[in-house]
């Protein structure tokens, strides 16, 4: 981003200063993905009238919005005199308004009074549900409206990650991929963070919340002494064979355990 009032842009997220009718930015903690769609809304907000709204599945309060974002990008740019910033929205001089509400507060026929918003921003994405995202989609339809996700990736099967991580992009998306070291503001509270979970935690926890991977059944293991290596069989050895029947959701698993009988 670049003029008077403006933020600085990570590189990792300058395909997106392009217009598109999807953009995603997904991956682990302090990547700063919020503080790049913040920085953006408030200079398109400068430069136009311009309606977004910010969007969550659950919103049960502001204090759990981006609504602090967007008023640290209207600071951090000296954009004071551009915006109002109420108790529940945002106003631009430019005559636009950010508003911030949850997907679950709305139906079908509810989520018609959007369909003006030219941005919508869905914060938060992982916890998006398909019928959500099925009805935000053609509710944002203005011409040259863009509706943004950002998310920290939880299962596969979430459907924003089916969405924008599938084998196949939906027309005029762009999706990047943004951890903490493509941030040149990673802050020095989170790198005490980093440092410990990187010490402490097991590998499949710390690429989850650090580096964007989706979360991993081996953080619920009862056993951890254990380690996968090749061996060979004594004959002598007792074998034993064990089954954990899956269900819904759940694999099954076939388990071989050696006796000391």
């Known amino acids: 981003m670049s003029g008077t009032l403006s933020i600085e842009t990570a590189r990792v997220f300058k395909p997106l200063l392009q217009p598109a009718r999807y953009k995603g930015a997904w ?12 920085g953006l809304l408030v200079e398109e907000q400068i430069r136009e009238k311009l309606d977004a709204v910010c969007l969550r599945e659950v919103q049960k309060s502001l204090e759990f919005s981006v609504k602090r974002e967007i008023e640290a990008a209207i600071q951090g740019m000296n954009a004071g005199a551009y915006f109002e910033i109420q108790d529940k929205r945002v106003l631009s001089k430019r005559g636009g308004v950010t508003i911030f509400e949850g997907m679950q507060n709305h139906t079908a026929d509810s989520i018609k009074s959007l369909a003006r918003f030219k941005r919508a921003w869905v914060e938060e994405a992982q916890s998006l549900s398909q019928s959500s995202l099925d009805i935000l989609r053609p509710t944002i339809r203005e011409e040259g409206s863009e509706i943004w996700f950002s ?18 992009l939906p027309p005029g998306a762009i999706v ?28 499949e926890k710390f690429a989850h919340i650090w580096m964007g991977q989706y979360k991993q059944a081996g953080d619920a293991l009862v056993f951890r002494n254990w380690r996968i290596e090749e061996f060979d069989v004594d004959p002598n050895w007792i074998l034993r064979q064990g089954a954990d029947w899956g269900f819904s959701v759940d694999p099954s698993v076939l388990v071989q355990t050696r006796s000391e009988e």
Not at 27 to 37: A, H, I
Not at 153 to 160: G, K, N, R, S, W
Request: glycine letters at 8%; charged letters at 30%.
């Open 27 to 38: 991956g682990g903690r302090g990547s700063g993905k919020s503080r790049f769609f913040a």
């Open 151 to 168: 998310w920290n990736p939880q299962h596969e099967t979430d459907a924003v990650d089916r969405f924008l991580r599938g084998h196949r």
């Open 176 to 203: 990047v991929e943004a951890n903490y070291r493509d941030n040149p503001w990673f802050p020095a509270v989170l790198q005490a963070d980093l440092d410990h979970d990187r010490r402490t935690a097991s590998p």
